[in-house]
């Protein structure tokens, strides 16, 4: 069964620093999100990309963040100079069109120090 | 303003019964739905979806109802098993779009043998 995959599946560093998180959407997919998860908190949207376009993005995607699809398969989240309360669970999804499912990969653990 | 929202943070069931998790939702625009599963350490796993032309809609072994009239949403799981001890999440997207999910803050699922 395809699946989303992420690296790396837990990423240490130090604020300041840029940091790329990596995602393989399923292949035939063509919306790509990124969500992430404070610890003990729900699940919060950050963008929707599609057709090498951003779609959506929410108030917590400024300036430091960006997103990527540098080739045919991944998709990338870049968070610019890293600050403490980025650290959280990064979860990439996608879906076929945009209005069904959304089947997220197993995460990305972001620790900024 | 926009929320969706659990109605109760934790349940525990016995092995063989059903279960039902419950969610509110505030936003009338919102016409899609859906539950996810997530286990400690893992993303959210797609269970059932429902659009707003429908007040119910049956899987395996789950049963979604929605009820427009009151923004409630329910979650039914018949024969809970052990596997199924997990956090549920509702999430719902306004207008038709699937493209920017918002989670409700979820239900942790214990199943006791």
């Known amino acids: 069964e395809p699946e989303v995959t992420q690296t790396p599946s837990h990423q240490v560093t130090q604020m300041g620093q840029e940091v790329i998180l990596r995602c393989v959407p399923i292949?035939?997919?063509?919306?790509f999100y990124w969500y992430r998860q404070i610890l003990g908190q729900k699940v919060e949207f950050l963008v929707s990309f599609y057709n090498n376009e951003i779609s959506e993005k929410s108030e917590i995607f400024d300036d430091q963040f960006s997103v990527e699809r540098p080739d045919g398969s991944n998709f990338t989240l870049k968070i610019r100079s890293t600050k403490l309360e980025d650290s959280a669970m990064y979860f990439c999804a996608s879906s076929w069109t945009g209005h069904n499912e959304q089947f997220f990969g197993p995460g990305t653990r972001l620790t900024v120090l | 303003g926009e929320s969706v929202g659990l109605h109760l943070p934790t349940l525990s069931v016995q092995e063989g019964d059903n279960s039902i998790i419950n969610c509110a939702y505030s936003n009338s625009a919102s016409d899609y739905f859906i539950w996810y599963k997530q286990e400690s350490g893992k993303g959210p796993q797609f269970i059932i979806d429902?659009?707003?032309?429908?007040d119910k809609r049956q899987g395996q072994r789950v049963t979604v109802l929605l009820n427009k009239t009151v923004k409630h949403l329910s979650l039914q799981i018949a024969a809970t098993q052990p596997g199924d001890s997990a956090v549920y999440f509702c999430?719902?997207?306004?207008?038709?779009?699937?493209?920017?999910?918002?989670f409700g803050s979820g239900t942790q699922l214990t199943v006791l043998p």
């Open positions: 429902i659009r707003s032309n429908m």
């Open positions: 292949s035939n997919h063509l919306y």
């Open positions: 999430a719902e997207t306004p207008s038709g779009s699937a493209r920017q999910l918002t």
